[in-house]
């Protein structure tokens, strides 16, 4: 059985930054990439930024410039630091853990921005 676990969501005014972290534990052998996705409400899901296990980063276009994703591979740990803020990055952010061919996905995280 695999978990994931995210932490540090919460509320911030625009502008401000916060750091999201995710954890995977248990029965996973080989964690290939990492990512965050987010959900606002009646949007559908969507991709913010993915990190291959050599570190190879990609963003969104409208998260670019602003958030920055980062891994230890030795504790099965995906970052997300996010500055500058805004209002629309208001969401429940997910992490979603690759191994080969399964994925596993966290419970959530809100974040909310908003004066």
């Known amino acids: 059985q695999v978990q994931v676990v995210e932490s540090g969501g919460g509320s911030v005014q625009p502008g401000g930054s916060l750091r999201l972290s995710c954890a995977a534990s248990?029965?996973?052998?080989?964690?290939?990439?990492m990512g965050w996705y987010r959900q606002a409400p009646e949007k559908a899901r969507e991709s913010v930024a993915q990190?291959?296990?050599?570190?190879?980063?990609a963003y969104a276009n409208s998260v670019k410039g602003r958030f920055t994703i980062s891994r230890d591979n030795a504790k099965n740990t995906v970052y997300l630091q996010m500055n500058s803020l805004k209002p629309e990055d208001t969401a429940v952010y997910y992490c979603?853990?690759?191994?080969?061919?399964?994925?596993?996905w966290g419970q959530g995280t809100q974040v909310t921005v908003s004066s």
């Open positions: 990190i291959t296990s050599g570190g190879t980063a």
């Open positions: 979603k853990v690759s191994s080969g061919p399964l994925h596993y």
């Open positions: 248990g029965s996973i052998f080989s964690i290939n990439d």
